[in-house]
């Protein structure tokens, strides 16, 4: 069944702060193993002028996709998630993140289509930290399959 | 931010040292831990196959991941990277033996732009498919 297009434009509530670890961030690296010093050695970091261990530039989508949760988990808006893939992925970044921002995620749908039975949509997910800044935008495009006619 | 790269010494059709990333099970295990994303499909063959999948795939978000590194590392200050989008196109699918899947990224400047900075266009590919699309990386050069 094809999604409401109404739904474009709805904003949902901020979440509640993810404070960002360092140790987080290591586990994270590690987990790509990317050794790049910036992730887990603050004097490193600070180096190359950032006042603690930044992390990767994809690390924030965890949290950002933590938070499109309340759209996917929406009952009003009815996407059935077994059938979603991701399809794309964007982030546009004012700022990397680092160990001790404690962000909140306003996530908002930008789109809705229905192409050839599958339901596509589109959240984008504003990351501000405490004190307000802007942080990264991440945009990202699920793609709910076409349900097989039973 | 401190880029290790000048924006003066590079043009269009300039080539970033290619990089190859292995890719195990233990490898998504590890990934599916530090990410939060749990989705049996990663690590899981018996259900990979029941949903119509060839067999365990990787993360697209692992898969990101590792393409930007070709980026960062080439670049030094991964705040260099300013905007980063990709498109999934194909799974990168990954046996269950010691050898895994291989995930091969290549890239080059694709633009360049106002600012000091440019537009890296990166390609990914593994088991001769192109995983990633539309794969591109604005960054800031000194």
Known sequence: ?150 | MAAKISYTDVEVGTELPARSFPVTRATLVRYAGASGDFNPIHWNEKFATEVGLPNVIAHGMFTMAEAIRVVTDWVGDPAAVVEYGVRFTKPVVVPNDDEGALIEVSAKIGAVLDDNKVRVDLTAMSAGQKVLGMSRAVVRLA
């Open chain 1, 1 to 150: 069944m094809a999604l409401d297009q109404s739904f474009v434009g709805r904003a949902y509530p901020p979440t509640a702060p993810y404070e960002v670890g360092r140790e987080k961030i290591r586990e994270f690296a590690e987990a790509v193993g990317d050794t790049n010093p910036a992730y887990t050695d603050p004097e490193a970091a600070k180096a190359l002028g950032h006042p603690d261990v930044i992390a990767p530039p994809t690390f924030v989508f965890s949290i950002t996709f933590k938070a499109a949760g309340q759209v996917v988990e929406d009952p009003q808006l009815g996407l059935d998630y077994s059938r979603v893939v991701h399809g794309d992925q964007k982030f546009a970044y004012n700022r990397p993140v680092r160990a001790g921002d404690r962000l909140s995620v306003t996530s908002t749908i930008e789109a809705v289509k229905s192409m050839a039975g599958n339901d596509i949509l589109d959240i984008r997910g504003d990351v501000h930290d405490e004190s307000g800044e802007h942080v990264v935008t991440a945009w990202t495009k699920l793609v709910a399959r076409a349900a097989q006619e039973a």
